[in-house]
């Protein structure tokens, strides 16, 4: 394919993985669903929090779990020490929980502070 865009190993020169790039088209489709869903009370509203919250934890479960598959792309592409990778990475899904547990506390307002 024309638009397949090489990723280079930097220890080995060679090429590693492949990617097709995203088109405008795609782009401004990806950028307008999440708006749509965002603007959309099935998705945003406060009694979703729960469901968007079981999202992020299910995200932070799947990256556990692949955290050396992960961790072996990574040192093909930027060649860095496969012990610093996995660490790095197994630091991940710790995001997706705090984030998922924010919306499981999510208030409407933030108390004032200060003077």
Do not use: C
Request: proline share 9%; glycine share 2%; charged share 25%.
């Amino acid at each position: 394919h024309d638009r397949l865009i090489p990723v280079i190993s930097p220890a080995t020169n060679k090429t590693v993985f492949w990617f097709l790039p995203a088109t405008q088209d795609e782009v401004s489709f990806a950028v307008q669903s999440a708006t749509t869903a965002f603007e959309d009370d099935e998705w945003s509203h406060p009694s979703r929090a729960p469901h968007r919250a079981h999202i992020l934890r299910s995200m932070a479960q799947k990256l556990r779990e692949r955290v050396e598959e992960l961790a072996d792309m990574e040192v093909l592409q930027i060649g860095r020490p496969k012990k610093e990778m996995r660490f790095q990475l197994s630091r991940l899904p710790e995001w997706f929980e705090y984030f998922a547990s924010l919306v499981s506390v999510h208030e409407d307002s933030i108390p004032p502070f200060g003077p």
